[in-house]
């Protein structure tokens, strides 16, 4: 049987984190991690005095989503990490549902959660994470009511509120991309593993309550900034050429219709600073390009068959 560590980032989680860390103790995993990036409202100590058998880092200060999420990994030593946002609780069973599919899926490197809005479990948070032809990752499903019976599918990449990726893997990926902080990083991560020619599958027993953005707000100023400049280098970074010359009129497009609403908004500064962030720090970006399409393993139109082409499927979250 494959071992597995789940690892937890927190970042001012201090309202839910002990509800999160009681549900995932109880999974049964071979390791759990809590890796803190400085918050201010959680006691660490007392943290390892309730929970003596999870391992606690203190990252000493705000180092972001990836770059928080990498440090925890670098200590884990199973064979399967498994990542957990500290406002999600998995429901019991979470991980026994991840080995039925890992042992039925023995070629399959990725497997995201059936994700739940907390606060009304009627509704989706989310069925893992789809593509738009023109580069925008999106959560599929979320808000959409929760069916009676969902069916095991592949989705393009797994959601970073609650997923498990092979150790070997992610490290033969570098883990999440550090320059996006915070993000966007889920979808690069299951973007360049595809390209690798790895799949990612749903697996609709293993499921998970979720808050979402509840440190930092959906539609904060941070969230915003972030989602624009990253959603630039997700596209610049991974999309093979000829569907980026195909596509990126629309990208374009959809960029700047957005801007438009959110400067209507009042946004207005806050995105278009994003946006020019985003090219005046293509630099590294690129240089990962080239290193990412000399090793990619499958061609443009198998990547196309796995992006969401349809307006209509993109509109409604499907």
Known sequence: MPTFSLIILSYNSGAYIERCLDATTALGADEVILADNGSNDMDLDALRAKYPTIKI????GNLGFAEGNN????????DWLGFINP????EPGWLDAMRVAIRNHPDTAMF???QIEDNDPSRLDGLGDSLTFFGFPYRSGFGQ????????CETFSPCGAAFVIRADLYRQLGGFDECF???CEDADLGFRARLLGHSCQLVPEARIRHIGSAALGVRSDFAL???YRNRIWLYAKNMPLSLLILTLPVHAVVTCLGAAKDTLKGKGGLVWKAISDAFAGMGPILRDRKKIQAER?????????VLTWNPLTIARRG
């Open 87 to 90: 406002d999600a609780f998995a």
């Open 145 to 152: 009511h929760l069916p009676q019976q969902v069916q095991a």
């Open 225 to 227: 900034y972030h989602g």
């Open 297 to 305: 393993r499958i061609g443009a139109l198998r990547l196309a068959k």
């Open 181 to 183: 902080f915070c993000y």
């Open 112 to 114: 995201t959660a059936l």
């Open 71 to 78: 440090r925890a990994a670098a200590m884990a030593t199973g």
């Open 57 to 60: 880092i203190d990252n000493g």
